[in-house]
Antibody, heavy 119, light 107 residues
């Protein structure tokens, strides 16, 4: 079946970086893009950006420009999201989600990865 | 940035009753509007896209309507598994944004 499986929970110190993976299966990876969405504890959903698995084109949310990098490895059908210079307000569950193009609904979601930023 | 405003923040409904959730966009998003359901500890699930098209496997009791700036999600007869938080999302441009969510709770 179509699914996205994410890497496990992370605990990081302020100023560090985190890299979350999202492995796709059950569909042709390069026919879709992957968006990343985060959710702080008890809060709503915040879109972080999107990457095309076809050509690697990216679109990032303005507030994260310069701190986030999204990449893909087509040989393993895996997408990655790296966030640098972590702050306490980056503590959140991070989700990957499938979207055919950058402006589209997200039909398949990963299970989420909890990232805790704490000294 | 297009701001999405959902109302009410919390909706108390008895099982079997109808629930109506609203979502308003700060500018027109045409029909580029999706609805998601999220239960505690779970990822969101796509319910509706294109403002009114049910996603695969979504029961017919869920329906969406609207275009432009005003949208509605209706759950015709609430089942126990429908108590959750619901989010709308506009994807009219690449800077997609979500509403703050409506929690549907048991009355």
């Amino acid at each position: 079946q179509v699914q996205l499986v994410q890497s496990g929970a992370e605990v990081k110190k302020p100023g560090a970086s985190v890299k979350v993976s999202c492995k796709a299966s059950g569909y042709t990876f390069t026919s879709y893009g992957i968006s990343w969405v985060r959710q702080a504890p008890g809060q709503g959903l915040e879109w972080m950006g999107w990457i095309s698995a076809y050509n690697g084109n990216t679109n990032y949310a303005q507030k994260l420009q310069g701190r986030v990098t999204m990449t893909t490895d087509t040989s393993t059908s895996t997408a990655y999201m790296e966030l640098r210079s972590l702050r306490s307000d980056d503590t959140a569950v991070y989700y990957c989600a499938r979207a055919p193009v950058v402006n589209d609904a997200f039909d398949i979601w990963g299970q989420g990865t909890m990232v805790t930023v704490s000294s | 940035e297009i701001v999405m405003t959902q109302s009410p923040a919390t909706l108390s409904v008895s099982p079997g009753e109808r629930a109506t959730l609203s979502c308003r966009a700060s500018q027109s998003v045409s029909s580029n509007l999706a609805w998601y359901q999220q239960k505690p500890g779970q990822a969101p699930r796509l319910l509706i896209y294109g403002a009114s098209t049910r996603a695969t496997g979504i029961p017919a009791r869920f329906s969406g309507s609207g275009s432009g700036t005003e949208f509605t999600l209706t759950i015709s007869s609430l089942q126990s598994e429908d108590f959750a938080v619901y989010y709308c999302q506009q994807y009219n441009n690449w800077r997609t944004t979500f509403g703050q969510g409506t929690k549907v709770e048991i009355k």
